[in-house]
Nanobody, 118 residues
């Protein structure tokens, strides 16, 4: 079992930055794919970014170049650096994990709210 706890959300102005953290406990995430999803009000949850166990990263087109994802294996933590934030980035952001996964993530955090004001 892996437990995930997100932090770093909040209210920021258009064009600002935030860094989300996802701290994992229970097991080392060295062989896990870690991902960030978001869900805006009234919309489906969508994948924002993921970092595979190999270190390969993938991004949604809407955030590519703005939201780099990274992992610190020593701290068992994954980060999402969100730059040039836009009001349409407003959502609840959730961290997810799966062993050598591509799209199967059995472990989820509670989520953290990100609100971007115009």
């Amino acid at each position: 079992q892996v437990q995930l706890v997100e932090s770093g959300g909040g209210l920021v102005q258009d064009g600002g930055s935030l860094r989300l953290s996802c701290a994992a406990s229970g097991r080392s995430i060295y062989n896990y794919t870690m991902a960030w999803f978001r869900q805006a009000p009234g919309k489906e949850r969508v994948l924002v970014a993921r970092i595979l166990w190999s270190g390969v990263t993938n991004y949604a087109g809407s955030v590519k170049g703005r939201f780099p994802i990274s992992r610190d294996s020593a701290k068992n933590t994954v980060y999402l650096q969100m730059n040039s934030l836009k009001p349409e980035d407003t959502a609840v952001y959730c961290c997810a994990a799966g062993v050598r996964a591509l799209n199967n993530f059995p472990y989820w955090g509670q989520g953290t709210q990100v609100t971007v004001s115009s």
